[in-house]
Each structure stands twice: as structure tokens, then as C-alpha cells.
């Protein structure tokens, strides 16, 4: 049974984002064992990317530290190798798929399978371009994360019913980012996904309050947080993990009980 | 023959990387240009702007006192400087304004570098009544001021953008953030034959207006075909619209010429087809200037409308198959096309098409007296000039 599957099984799931290399590789390891010690279910690792197109100004400064600071997609395949040591929690890799085509397919699935990194999400990565990557990442059990926008409508059925590991509904339109409040129906998005797979469904974008947590993770299998996390690192630094402790143990409280 | 496959593919190239919330509208799009560029009403419309506001045709200039000069094959520019607004860019905005306006919209978002897309786009959304802004990266913005100043007058909303390089890979990048945030009321109206399908098909259709013109200009002038076309390439937009009716006249040599910045071997370059590798960026797969992981480089040319890192999908096929070759220019060598230009011809060229006058000039000598060139000059060089000046260590008092 695969990790992913795992961290949904009979529970809702408190999903962290973070990038990678942001302040230092080192302190991702810290911050991603904090996070799962404090109760998240899974943790999304962000590859640092030049040219983030899917990401508001948080994000895209976290890019900018870590790739000022060094870091890369081997440093970050090491790092995990070491994080696998110390935990079983569920990883999966936010990667814009240039990162991927220049690295090779073949070569990243096997270091993800090598390493321990169960899935990849790819925002520049619609369904009509998923054929060149899918059967390879099958090959080393690699999950690619499936996408669902408010913008899908009558796509849903289609982009869903070919998902595997969770799929990741995009709460809102445009980047990443707080949103004070979410516009979007999602219950009925989740809803059309439900009629088509029984693959885990997390909601993300512009969540960061415990209250949008319970509500997202009751309409969904889980709610995922990113930039307010990423903030927290870019605030508080290299002391950001206790404070991230603190945060994700207060996010997870909140989680629905299924 | 180039290419109809209908998945926006040119051999490996092109294709639609762009995040879920866009497929719909990216669909709508392909839908909506595949209804209009067959609608007689459509095609009419634009025709009548071409010719009515945009001044087409362009003139198919001969270049005497050049071809004299240089001592080789004779010499013709395609004039794109000479539309409205200064540049070619206008023949592919009022397509896309136009379809833009079919569909329902109501406001249109660009990026620009050097500024003609950008104004060309606020000069399309004037004329058609469409809200419009403009995305620009900030270190174009202060090269280009009196091209911002140019759009707000056109009464569009610039953008300075301040991430990244600040330049147009920044501003592409800030439009596709904007678009994916509001695709109901807006279309991005890319300036480029780049991003996802089906922009680079799109774009190439409308600019393939020049070489149609050209076609058909050279053959009334000289009874037969141009030995060479050539053209400046950032995104290649012009050089595509230059190369497009030819692609089938085998014998026609078709050059792309690349901005090098300070040269190829220097890390301060943007001539993609000399230093990039393979890559997906921006929604395409295409050639790309980038680091072994990926990380898109940050390019470098004294022309903001070639400071780019990666060029539009069929050139890349084009070069793929050996139909077209592409070429660096260094900064110094279209610094001195522009003002050899200007001495003989008395045009002011634009520091892009510049470009591709200082490879002309190295060719054109080579080659037989009944030989032909024809070069696109793209755009004209009045928002250059002050750039030139300070390159040459003049300081101007505008």
C-alpha cells in the first residue's frame, strides 16, 4: 500500500508546502520532520524554480533564497535521503516540469523511487500533456499528482478518472497565495470528482486559518497549506521550527473528523 | 508543409504546458481561431484594418545604395517599420484583438520588452474599444521609458515588473499569473510566435501577412524568388511571419538572426539557438537558455525585444529539420548596422532588426550581383535612439 494512501486512510489529512534549500537544505530537513511531528499527514517539498508561473510573491521569494543559497535537484534528492532515515511521513515534490525534462524522466522517477519521494505535482502540467510522463513515473511508483481547477467544469470527469495518490483541487483562481476568503464552489467540484474515483481528494490555495482547515478538510480529504508556511520560514528563518511546530499542531486540531 | 498536426506539436515542439485553470480558455481560444480565420466576415474585417489603419501593404524596398556599398547580392528590406505604430507587431494584434473581441471580451493583457508589442497591443485595444494593460519588466521599463509614457497615452495601465531579471521572460511570466487569475472577461494577446498552442500557430498566421506580401512583391520586381530571407528572432514572431510563405520554395535560404549580447561564449548572451538546450517553459517545449538543472538562464542583449531565453516552438522544428539556420549577432555588430543603416539608407532601424542588417552585411558581399536578399526590418529605431547614445557614451538631454 503506498504511503500516499496511507496518510488518507480512514483520516483527513493537514497537507504543509515548503521549498526546498529555503534558508538551507538542512533546515528543510528540520522543518519537514517539525511539521510531521506535529501531525501533518503529508508534506509537499517545492524544487526552487527560476520561473514559478504558478506562484504568488511568497512562494517565488522562497524560490529566489534557495537557488541564491545553492540549491538543487541532486542536493535536494540527498536531503531526502537523509529525511527517509528519520521519517515514514508521505512526500511528494512540487516541481515545475522543466526541472523534470532537463534532469530526464527516467533519471528523476528512479531517484524519486530511489529516495523515497512518492508522488510529484506538476503546475505547468495540464492532463493533455501527461502521456510523456505518466508511464514512466508508473514504472518507479512515482504518483503524478492530478489537478482540478475552478476553471475545469466538464474537464473534471475527465482529468480525474485518471488520477493516482490524491487529487489536488485548486481552490481559487490565479497563483498561490492567502486568501482572506474563497470564492470558488469546491463542494460541488469534489462532489463530481467523487462520481468518478474514489482517489483522495485535498483542497489547496489560498488556505492558511485552522477555520478554512475544518471547513476544506470536511469538504475534502484534505486541506493543504503553503504560503503561510513558506512565510513563517521566510519571517522567522532558521528558528522558524519550533514556530512551525506550533502552527501545523494548531492546523491539524482543526482538521474534520471523517 | 510545415506542420498542421492539430495538438500544436512542430515535431517535438510546442505543445500546451500551462496549469489546469487555463485549459478550458486555451481550448475556447483554439475553438474560437479555428471558427474566425475561416469566417469571411472575420477575415474581411482584418484585411480592412491591415490596409486601412495599419497601412499595409508594406513596401518590398531595394536597397541601391547598399547593394552598391557592400558589393554583392542585391539587396531588399521588408518594411515592417514602416506600419502604424513601427513595427510588425501590429499585424498580429489586431488578429488577436479582434478575435478577442469576437469572443466576448472585454479587456486584453500583454507583456512587452522593447515596448512595439506592448504599444501596439494599447493601439489595438484603443481602436477596439477593449480595456487594456500591459505587463513590462521594470529594467525595460527605464529603457523604454518613452514607450510606457507611448501606452499610457493609448490609455492602457502598465505593470512595471519587478521579479526575476526584470525583462520579458518576467513580464511573460507575470501576464500568465494575471491570465490565470482572470480568463473569463480577458485575453492574453501574447506578442510572440511562443507559449502554449495555439499561440505560436496564431501569431505565426497573422505576421504570415509579410511573407506573403514579400512573396509576391519580389516576384513582380524581379521575376523570381530572393535567394535569402532573413530576419531578426527574439520569440520569432517576425522572422516567422518573414519565413512562413517560404518555407516550401526549398531554394530560399532562410536565417534567423539571434541577438549574442557580448558573444555566445560570454555568459551575457540571449542567442538561444547557439547556447540553449531542450526545454518546457513558458507552455511550449522548445530550446531554451537554462543551467544543467533547469533553472531558466538569465539572458542578456542590448535589445529588449530579443532579450529572451527561448524562441518560439516551429523555429526550433525549422532548425530541428534544417530549414532554417539561425546566426548570433553581438551588440557592437548591430550597434554598427544600425548606424551604417542610417548613413546609407537613411532609415532608422530598430536595434532589433538591426540585428539582422549587420549578418546581412557580412553575407551580402559573398554573394553573386544576381543573387537576392530580402531582410525584414521589423521595426523602426526612433525608441532605440537613446539607448544608441548611451551605448556610444553619449550623454542626451531628451
Not at chain 2, 513558458?282 to 533547469?294: I, P, T
Not at chain 2, 539561425?326 to 530598430?350: H, M, N, R, S, W
Request: include cysteine.
Amino acid at each position: 500500500m503506498s504511503r500516499i494512501y496511507k496518510a488518507f486512510e480512514h483520516k483527513k489529512a493537514f497537507i504543509g508546502f515548503l521549498t526546498a534549500g529555503d534558508p538551507s537544505l538542512d533546515k528543510t530537513e528540520e522543518f519537514v520532520l517539525e511539521m510531521a511531528d506535529a501531525g501533518a499527514g503529508l508534506i509537499e517539498i517545492g524544487i526552487p524554480f527560476s520561473d514559478p508561473i504558478a506562484d504568488g510573491p511568497v512562494i517565488q521569494e522562497a524560490n529566489i533564497r534557495a537557488l541564491s543559497a545553492g540549491c538543487t535537484t541532486d542536493k535536494i534528492f540527498d536531503m531526502v535521503v537523509s529525511l527517509r532515515e528519520k521519517t515514514d511521513v508521505p512526500l511528494v515534490f512540487l516541481a515545475y516540469l522543466n526541472t523534470l525534462y532537463k534532469y530526464g524522466y527516467e533519471d528523476f522517477c528512479r531517484r524519486c523511487q530511489e529516495c523515497g519521494v512518492d508522488g510529484v505535482i506538476l503546475p505547468d502540467m495540464p492532463f493533455e500533456e501527461r502521456e510523456e510522463l505518466v508511464p514512466v513515473a508508473e514504472k518507479y511508483d512515482v504518483d503524478v499528482i492530478t489537478m482540478v481547477a475552478p476553471t475545469s467544469k466538464e474537464r473534471i470527469k475527465m482529468v480525474a478518472e485518471d488520477a493516482s495518490g490524491f487529487i489536488y483541487v485548486v481552490s481559487s483562481m490565479g497563483v498561490t497565495g492567502a486568501r482572506s476568503e474563497i470564492t470558488t464552489d469546491v463542494g460541488e467540484i469534489v462532489e463530481t470528482i467523487r462520481d468518478v474515483t474514489d482517489v483522495p481528494v485535498a483542497i489547496g490555495f489560498g488556505i492558511n486559518t485552522k477555520e478554512q482547515v475544518n471547513k476544506y478538510s470536511a469538504i475534502g480529504d484534505g486541506a493543504i497549506v503553503g504560503s503561510a508556511i513558506v512565510k513563517m520560514i521566510a519571517e522567522y528563518g532558521e528558528a522558524a521550527g519550533p514556530k512551525l511546530h506550533e502552527y501545523v499542531t494548531e492546523m491539524v486540531s482543526g482538521l474534520a473528523s471523517s | 508543409m510545415s506542420n498542421s498536426m492539430n495538438t500544436g506539436r512542430y515535431g517535438k515542439h510546442g505543445g500546451q504546458y500551462v496549469p489546469e485553470t487555463l485549459m478550458n480558455e486555451i481550448h475556447k481560444l483554439e475553438d474560437a481561431y479555428e471558427q474566425y480565420k475561416n469566417d469571411a466576415e472575420f477575415v474581411e474585417e482584418l484585411d480592412r484594418l491591415n490596409r486601412e489603419y495599419a497601412g499595409r501593404p508594406s513596401l518590398l524596398y531595394f536597397a541601391e545604395k547598399m547593394t552598391k556599398d557592400l558589393g554583392g547580392a542585391k539587396i531588399y528590406f521588408k518594411r515592417e517599420d514602416l506600419n502604424h505604430t513601427g513595427s510588425h507587431k501590429i499585424n498580429n494584434v489586431l488578429g488577436q484583438v479582434l478575435l478577442a473581441k469576437k469572443m466576448g471580451k472585454t479587456r486584453v493583457i500583454a507583456e512587452t520588452g522593447a515596448g512595439q508589442h506592448g504599444v501596439a497591443t494599447a493601439t489595438a485595444a484603443a481602436l477596439l474599444d477593449m480595456e487594456c494593460e500591459i505587463y513590462m519588466g521594470k529594467e525595460d521599463t527605464i529603457r523604454q521609458a518613452l514607450n510606457v509614457y507611448r501606452m499610457e497615452l493609448l490609455g492602457a495601465k502598465v505593470h512595471p515588473v519587478e521579479s526575476g531579471t526584470m525583462t520579458l521572460k518576467d513580464a511573460v511570466n507575470a501576464c500568465m499569473r494575471e491570465w490565470t487569475a482572470r480568463v473569463d472577461d480577458t485575453l492574453y494577446v501574447l506578442g510572440s510566435v511562443m507559449g502554449p498552442h495555439p499561440f505560436p500557430m496564431m501569431v505565426r498566421d497573422f505576421q504570415s501577412v509579410i511573407s506573403k506580401e514579400a512573396r509576391e512583391q519580389i516576384l513582380e520586381a524581379e521575376g523570381k524568388l530572393p535567394d535569402v530571407v532573413m530576419a531578426c528572432v527574439g520569440g520569432g514572431s517576425n522572422a516567422m511571419g518573414s519565413f512562413y510563405e517560404f518555407i516550401n520554395d526549398k531554394e530560399v535560404r532562410l536565417i534567423g538572426c539571434e541577438a549574442a549580447g557580448h558573444g555566445v561564449d560570454t555568459d551575457k548572451t540571449a542567442a538561444t539557438m547557439a547556447v540553449g538546450t531542450e526545454g518546457v517553459f513558458h507552455g511550449m517545449k522548445s530550446y531554451f537558455c537554462q543551467d544543467e538543472y533547469g533553472q531558466i538562464a538569465p539572458v542578456y542583449s542590448i535589445s529588449a525585444g530579443l532579450d529572451y531565453p527561448g524562441v518560439g516552438p516551429e523555429h526550433a522544428y525549422l532548425r530541428d529539420i534544417h530549414r532554417a539556420e539561425y546566426v548570433p549577432v553581438t551588440d557592437e555588430e548591430a550597434v554598427q548596422a544600425f548606424e551604417y543603416i542610417a548613413k546609407e539608407e537613411g532609415i532608422i532601424a530598430a536595434i532589433e532588426s538591426s540585428h539582422a542588417v549587420a549578418h546581412l552585411m557580412k553575407i551580402a558581399p559573398k554573394m553573386e550581383k544576381e543573387q537576392i536578399i530580402i531582410c525584414t526590418l521589423s521595426g523602426r529605431g526612433d525608441k532605440d535612439v537613446a539607448a544608441i547614445a548611451r551605448y556610444r557614451g553619449i550623454d542626451l538631454h531628451e
